[in-house]
């Protein structure tokens, strides 16, 4: 691994071999938890963190003689997530047995759907720094989830909790679009964005609601042909899938630069020795035996269910950024950061409902994001909600304060939450916007100051800063900045 | 499909279902002529006919989304060959 760098040409990512530039390929198998109360085909509850095995029945733990029956809104959260996707519904589609053995697999199969999907082809725009790009997504389709094993529990045992079995999950295929890992983490997040917008899926990485398999292959620069793919399994966080295809990249370019071949085989990503390696284990996975489920019958889905989900489909990332740059005259890059997150659209449209645009939008993806960073909490959870936002951009643009001193009044609110008229009234901190008493104030520092005044006058223009800093030295800050300057360039006129 | 003794072992392995060393010979004479027989069926011209995933011709049936089921760990456990109070207990499988 010594002298290989990775370079960015041409808004390329390449690898740099010894023997020639090569590029990454990479397709994502998502799989995404379905927002919902109960499990896919059972009546248990897939609420996160319950006390283990609280949360199954017969049905989740596989007992003999049951039978799963599906959940109407699971469907319907499937087909929104399609449409999010801008994706074909196959009014038409079945559910599959993949068959394999593992401890926390009770039925000895899992519910899947193999040929015939529920969602077809559909497409997401990134937006990435050098312009868009559009990554295919190839089918969407509805599966069970299996349960946990525990392995550090007891040193030669492992225990399985069936909480997690039988929970829906949405597994997302992308076609081998992405080509670096930046790529691949404005996917995830903008994937994880539209289904927060749908409500399809919480999206929450620590608790396993999204993750992801990595398919990643390398190819010499320029060349069309798809090369070997590894995939990396149940990958759970963007960084560490980026890590597992920078090194794994790396791998497949150093043993087709040796001259050897790439196994087509599935991989396991390290964390802690930041390395991908086999899982032998899984050499006869690939051999599922799928077949349609004779428990279940094909979903055949009423085009009127399909047209009544598109019907009421919120609107969703690329649709607000569009009317935001629209209505609020924001730039491209604002708006995308202003409609990551829903929350966070829904926060800037309060406080611009009531308040100035300009200011709204600096105080909130200046100050706020700021403090929301260095706190580590999301938007939703600050303290500084959006009605005492308007509030604070409110009073600077009313002349109560100045933009400086709404800085230190931030400062309190995002700690205490205070109402920013409290905090200003409590520690009259109200700007000096009366032209007398301003012009009382001026008028003793031109008198204290004659020398500089003179100098002024005789040509010093630096000399109006010295003025403008007493004034406000002298009123602690709370002169109205844009009077006192027009007071003082008055005064030194005559 | 021919069926030989490699297969046995592999489908053997793959079901979980172990079989004797001795009966391979026999089991693979036994499978070869089975599905040979099945085989015929390859005779129809099946081009245009789509896939069948079920003879009924009956929607899905659904239920509401509900939690009206769980809470049942001691059932859930009783059976298990070893288990302790929260979960199932079983030889270590780790990667």
Redesign the interface.
Known sequence: MVGKVMTKEKRKYLIEGEKGKWEVVIGLEVHAQVS???KLF????TKFGA?????????D?AFPGMLP???????QQAIKTGLGLNAKINSYS?FDRK?Y???DLPQGYQISQY??PIVGEGKITLDLPNGTKTIGIERLHLEQDAGK???D??P???????NRSGVALMEIVSKPDLSSPDEVNAYIKKLRSIMRYLGTCDGNMQEGSLRADVNVSVRKEGNKELGTRCEIKNVNSIKFMQMAIIYEAQRQVELLESGKSIDQETR?FDTKKNETRS?R?KE?AH?Y?YF?D?D?????LDKELIENIKKNLPELPDQKKERFIKDYSLTAYEANVLVSEKEISYYFEEVVKTSDIKLAKNWIMGDLFASLNEKNISISQSPVTAKKMAQLVDSISSGIVSGRTAKEVFEIMKESGEEPSKIIESKGLQQKSDPKELEQIIEKILTENKDKVEQYKSGKDKLFGFFVGQVMKISGGKANPQLANQILKDKLKK | MSIDKDKIKHVSKLARISVDEKKIDDLTKDLSSIFKFIEQLNELNTDKVEPLSSILNEPLRSRKDEINDGKIRDKILENSPKKNEEFFVVPKVIE
Request: hydrophobic share 35%; with cysteine; glycine share 2%.
């Open positions: 919902s109360n109960s059972s009546g248990s509850s006390e283990p095995n609280t949360q199954v029945s017969l049905v733990s029956v599906i959940n109407e809104f699971c469907i079945v068959n053995f593992y401890a040929k015939n094993s525990i392995h529990l007891d030669s045992n492992t225990y399985v909790d069936l396991l899982m284990s006869d051999d035996r349609p004779p279940l019958l094909p979903l055949n």
